[in-house]
């Protein structure tokens, strides 16, 4: 019941924060139109290409320990979750473990166990990209700015999307039920893909590069709004984006990656306001392509003659 209520408020809070921000500015709507087509395309093919080095990341996993489905088929799955997860029931993963379940045999326990080892990986990745960062800060950030933007980071932001994000559900369905141990839970789908452990570079590769992408679209965003953004900065803000998108308290994450990458981004020394009016404009980016490929996949994966079990 309490996670609920800290689910709830979380998200009125989120989605509020953005309502307040173009309510008190509403000069800001107009800047929102102003923006370049062009750049909204450019955007738009980042996007694209990012979800794809995320789908990858997925395919690659499943190939470690069983025969992957049919590559197209797979990724309208994938295409069709993202916009799901822009839902109020946020549950894209979940339709991905169902087509998985009953189409090609890979059962719920070894999804979750595969889904929560990338996930690991995903947070110790962007802990030792942004860590770096963090470290090879100019000298002209205070020391104390650093420790609130580490404590923040570490004790106040991730625990919490953790805890309140629809992940928490999936440990239950571990083999030996460890809901309310999430570190052996963790280990447990280490040693699930143990003997694969080849895997481990590929997506570290992966990881890496869609951390690039995102921050090449942070970049794009941030010289549009006025921001001469610097490469530790995107080092750290790209890897934060990136978890807050997919530890999504709102549906696609929506209020809270913006608020919390802008709050860190004031932190580091630039505008909260003009961090907020780039990363509206990537997200609207996103909610366009998650539509678009997410719609357009339906009709293909309905047509498909192979979409029974065993075939």
């Not at 799901?84 to 189409?103: E, M, V």
């Not at 909610?287 to 490929?293: D, E, F, G, R, T």
């Given at each position: 019941?309490?996670k ?8 009125i ?10 309510l008190y ?5 107009d800047l929102?139109l ?8 450019e955007?738009?093919?980042?996007v694209?290409?990012?979800w794809?080095?995320?789908y990858?990341?997925?395919y690659a996993?499943?190939?470690?320990i069983?025969?992957?489905p049919?590559?197209f ?7 069709i979750?993202l ?5 109020p029931?946020?549950i894209g993963?979940a339709?991905?473990a169902f087509?998985?379940?009953?189409y090609?045999?890979i059962?719920?326990s070894?999804?979750t166990a595969?889904?929560?080892f990338?996930?690991?990986a995903?947070i110790l ?13 100019p000298?002209g950030i ?6 609130l ?5 570490s ?5 919490l999307?953790i805890?309140?994000?629809?992940w ?7 083999p030996?039920?460890l809901?309310?141990?999430?570190v052996?839970?963790f ?5 699930q ?12 590769a992966?990881?890496s590069l869609?951390?690039i ?7 794009l965003?941030?010289?549009?709004a006025g921001?001469?953004i610097g490469?530790l900065?995107l080092?750290?803000?790209a890897p934060l ?8 308290i ?9 608020f919390v990458v802008?709050s ?8 909260f306001e ?12 996103m909610?366009a392509v998650?539509l ?6 339906m ?5 498909r003659?192979?979409?029974?079990p065993g075939?």
């Amino acid at each position: 019941m309490y996670k609920r209520i800290i689910y709830f408020i979380t998200w009125i809070v989120a989605l509020a924060a953005l309502f307040i921000f173009f309510l008190y500015k509403p000069e800001r709507i107009d800047l929102l139109l102003q923006t370049p087509f062009s750049l909204f395309l450019e955007l738009s093919l980042l996007v694209t290409i990012t979800w794809f080095i995320v789908y990858l990341q997925s395919y690659a996993t499943l190939m470690s320990i069983a025969k992957p489905p049919p590559f197209f088929d797979y990724l309208s799955v994938f295409f069709i979750g993202l916009l799901i997860n822009y839902s109020p029931i946020r549950i894209g993963i979940a339709a991905r473990a169902f087509y998985l379940a009953k189409y090609h045999s890979i059962n719920l326990s070894t999804f979750t166990a595969l889904s929560i080892f990338r996930l690991l990986a995903m947070i110790l990745m962007s802990g030792l990209v942004a860590g770096i960062a963090v470290l090879c800060l100019p000298t002209g950030i205070m020391a104390a700015d650093i420790l609130l933007l580490l404590f923040f980071l570490s004790c106040v932001v991730i625990p919490l999307i953790i805890f309140s994000s629809i992940w928490l559900d999936y440990w239950k369905y571990l083999p030996g039920n460890l809901i309310g141990n999430p570190v052996a839970s963790f280990g447990r789908s280490f040693r699930q893909v143990n003997n694969k452990l080849g895997i481990l570079p590929v997506i570290s590769a992966l990881l890496s590069l869609q951390f690039i992408f995102v921050a090449v679209r942070m970049k794009l965003c941030f010289d549009y709004a006025g921001i001469d953004i610097g490469l530790l900065a995107l080092m750290v803000l790209a890897p934060l984006g990136t978890m807050l998108s997919v530890l999504a308290i709102t549906p696609g994450g929506i209020g809270v990656r913006e608020f919390v990458v802008a709050s860190v981004c004031a932190l580091l020394g630039y505008s909260f306001e003009q961090g907020m009016q780039a990363l509206i404009i990537d997200r609207i980016s996103m909610i366009a392509v998650a539509l678009l490929l997410g719609s357009g996949s339906m009709p293909f994966l309905l047509s498909r003659k192979n979409m029974a079990p065993g075939k």
